[in-house]
T-cell receptor, first 116, second 112 residues
């Protein structure tokens, strides 16, 4: 079975450009999470969805970041305009179950973003 | 709010050495506790979990016991292998927050 699929795996862009990261969760999962990982700040939860609805976006750093989940099988994280401090590895994870119960999160391989 | 504190890394051990990675937590209510592992170039994956006090989670030779009295969930392994080299994350979940709270991660390097 395919796991969580993220694309691209690597992205190099210049400051000011728009960046779109994509995620396909595991089929049948109803929760989706976007994380950012850096050496300085570790692993940060940016936003998560349950049944395609954003539940908590308090981790989104600023208005330059936006996330959508138009259907159960696809989500995007967009940065516009990008800045060098956005350079990080961005992970998508998915899970199955009720919102208030722990559901094991299955992580994708990540997208390594470099903003020059 | 909820938080997880892990020991600073990196931890460097020789193969077959005993491993302990400390983890303590602060949470409202009664959290479930987890260890996730991240191998080089990969995403995180669940290693083990414990859902109530005194539970012991175990997997692949790793163990951790949920200690409510000390709010701890230390990860142990009796004999590490080179293939255990990875970053280990302690995490907790409460129904109140409905999300995992991760520690900063501890890098383990095992040498021959």
């Amino acid at each position: 079975d395919a796991g969580v699929i993220q694309s691209p795996r690597h992205e190099v862009t210049e400051m000011g450009q728009e960046v779109t990261l994509r995620c396909k969760p595991i089929s049948g999962h109803n929760s989706l999470f976007w994380y950012r990982q850096t050496m300085m700040r570790g692993l940060e939860l940016l936003i998560y969805f349950n049944n395609n609805v954003p539940i908590d976006d308090s981790g989104m750093p600023e208005d330059r970041f936006s996330a959508k989940m138009p259907n159960a099988s696809f989500s995007t994280l967009k940065i516009q305009p990008s800045e060098p401090r956005d350079s990080a590895v961005y992970f998508c994870a998915s899970g199955l179950g009720d919102l208030n119960l722990y559901n094991e999160q299955f992580f994708g391989p990540g997208t390594r973003l470099t903003v020059l | 709010g909820d938080s997880v504190t892990q020991m600073e890394g990196p931890v460097t051990l020789s193969e077959e050495a005993f491993l302990t990675i400390n983890c303590t937590y602060t949470a409202t209510g009664y959290p479930s506790l987890f260890w996730y592992v991240q191998y080089p170039g990969e995403g995180l994956q669940l290693l083990l979990k414990a859902t109530k006090a005194d539970d012991k989670g175990s997997n692949k030779g790793f163990e951790a016991t949920y200690r409510k009295e000390t709010t701890s969930f230390h990860l142990e392994k009796g004999s590490v292998q080179v293939s255990d080299s990875a970053v280990y994350f302690c995490a907790l979940f409460t129904g109140t927050a409905s999300k995992l709270t991760f520690g900063t991660g501890t890098r383990l390097q095992v040498t021959l």
